[in-house]
């Protein structure tokens, strides 16, 4: 008799299918982790990417040459498995005698710098315009949309082209016009997003008890949309190195000496025919690490897009 007494005093679990649900559902890192690796081309390039992001971590230590000195008693010597190759310059030297391994290997830097100073500017300025544009609406909108539109009209690698004319050629005034390229496609997701959000019942029951159009942005609205514009920043990573390579190509970007991948294409253009080599492993650096970043966008894809989970 006690022992129904305990039974019926003690408190009743709620096994309803959402608490079960709750209690189910592996920590969201792992569950990520599950989609991602669903994915094995998005699993093979951020693998590359993060050896990318060691190589240009450790270049002072790895990199066997400085960058910048020349070696004239080696001018365009061909890489080691080649006729006339040596040890001492694995893949090669350049057209002034400079070792290729050694400026592959500090160009991931500066490629990894572009990505993020592109990414990161283009990313919070769009964030913050379409906030306001998709928040307050009206005429607002009208005139922050208008102003993206034009800009989306133009070529992106041409507008870049024009945006460097204007502010000198340099390897900074590169990333700020890729930046300024990039940054439409971040405000039309952050306002394609908020447009969806603000009228849900948790913003709606937010307002209604004070919430300040700052903390609803920000606070309430903002993490809710932040699954799109992920993927968005690194596809635009990918681009943004892409961009910057070419504007070095054209001789708008990075400036001589510099190691940057565009830049080396566009010095060892004219020695193509008789030293395939250096331009090359530029060539490949690019091609390699754009694929990784955009493998990766697409695994970062399937595993933030609640529609492409599979139950």
Known sequence: MAHSNSSANSPAIDLTDENVQALTRPHPLKEFWYYFSENRGAVIGFYFFLAIVIIALLAGIIAPHSPIEQYREHILQPPVW????????????????????????????????????????????????????????????????????????????????????????????????????????????????????????????????????????????????????????ALSFSTAILDAAALGFLGQGAQPPTPEWGTMLAEAREFISRAWWVVTFPGLAILLTVLAINLMGDGLRDALDPKLKRS
Not at 82 to 108: C, E, K, N, P
Not at 203 to 232: D, E, H, K, Y
């Open 82 to 233: 080649a006729d006339g190759g040596s040890w001492q310059f694995i893949l090669g030297t350049d057209q002034v005698g400079r070792d290729m391994l050694s400026r592959l290997i500090y160009g991931a830097r500066y490629s990894l710098f572009i990505g993020l100073f592109v990414v990161t500017v283009a990313m919070f300025a769009g964030i913050l315009i379409g906030l306001i544009a998709g928040y307050f609406g009206k005429w607002i909108e009208m005139v922050i949309m208008r102003v993206m539109d034009i800009i989306l009209a133009f070529p992106s690698l041409l507008l870049a082209l024009v945006l460097v004319a204007i502010l000198g050629p340099s390897l900074i005034n590169a990333m700020i016009a890729i930046a300024i390229v990039l940054q439409p496609h971040f405000v039309r997701l952050t306002r394609a997003a908020v447009l969806t959000e603000r009228e849900k019942d948790y913003v709606v029951s937010a307002r209604m008890v004070g919430a300040t159009s700052l903390r609803l942005m920000f606070i309430t609205i903002l993490p809710n949309c932040m699954a799109p514009l992920i993927v968005q920043a």
